[in-house]
């Protein structure tokens, strides 16, 4: 089944405002990241066999200030990508001001490695160097392997925080709520957490459901299981 429509209208629509990269790395990245190290605080904690108070005490400024860290180190390293996008632009641009035969040849050969040839090639040619922005759109294509798209800093780091924050808080409900055995509903929490987002991540690609929650759940778990071994060794 097709995930959308080829009408003229709809290909008009679609292709004159593409969508670029969303926030789906940023979600995954945020919500493995949270969870991982959120439990892995509860499970060093537990393991040490401090109070409950300690572990949500630990727990939330974690969960708020690695959430923060995170979201501001995805902002800045999203910002320097868009800011090195828009320097190779102001490149392009000085290029096909100062050397505009030679960057027209570079757009042939661009359009030449897309399968055009004779006529074809030197009318698109043509078309595409007469519209700047088309022409300079091709060349961080071609030339750098950019999309035309930008990245948006500020979208990414939300998307990360808001992930961070929601998968993080997962281990410390039990104790937030005062129920009885909270470190093992804890564990059995995070642990469907992990494989949750591992099973969520395979709507976009091709490994199956279970396999990818598999390969995430054995990720935090390992993580978790450290944690309370290196926890359990200043137990009192």
């Known amino acids: 089944?097709?995930?959308h429509g080829h009408s003229p209208q709809e290909i008009s629509a679609r292709?004159?405002?593409?969508?670029?990269?969303?926030?789906?790395?940023?979600?995954?990245?945020?919500?493995?990241?949270?969870s991982v190290t959120t439990f892995a605080i509860v499970a060093g904690v537990a393991g040490a066999g401090l109070s409950p108070f300690v572990i949500v005490a630990l727990g939330l400024a974690n969960v708020l200030a690695d959430g923060f860290s995170m979201a501001a180190g995805n902002y800045s390293g999203t910002k320097a990508e868009l800011d090195n996008l828009k320097r190779?632009?102001?490149?392009?641009?000085?290029?096909?001001?100062?050397?505009?035969?030679?960057e027209r040849g570079?757009?042939?050969?661009?359009?030449?490695?897309k399968g055009l040839s004779g006529p074809v090639l030197e009318a698109a040619t043509d078309a595409i160097c007469a519209d700047q922005d088309a022409w300079i759109n091709l060349m961080m294509e071609g030339e750098y392997g950019a999309s035309a798209v930008d990245p948006d800093p500020m979208r990414a780091a939300l998307a990360t925080f808001a992930a961070f924050l929601a998968a993080g808080m997962v281990p410390l409900?039990?104790?937030?709520?005062?129920w009885s055995s909270a470190f093992s509903v804890s564990v059995w929490l995070t642990l469907a957490t992990f494989?949750?987002?591992g099973a969520m991540k395979s709507h976009w690609a091709l490994t199956p459901w279970?396999?990818?929650?598999?390969?995430?759940?054995v990720i935090g778990g390992a993580a978790a299981l450290l944690a309370y071994g290196v926890g359990s060794l200043f137990q009192a």
């Not at 789906?24 to 493995?32: E, F, K, N, Q, T």
């Not at 409900?173 to 005062?178: A, K």
């Open 210 to 217: 279970w396999r990818s929650g598999a390969e995430t759940l």
């Open 106 to 113: 570079e757009a042939r050969e661009i359009l030449r490695l």
């Open 15 to 34: 292709i004159a405002a593409p969508p670029g990269r969303g926030v789906l790395r940023d979600v995954i990245y945020g919500g493995i990241d949270g």
């Open 195 to 197: 494989f949750g987002i």
């Open 88 to 102: 190779l632009r102001r490149v392009e641009e000085r290029h096909i001001r100062d050397y505009p035969e030679g």
């Open 1 to 3: 089944m097709s995930d």
């Open 173 to 178: 409900l039990p104790f937030l709520l005062g």
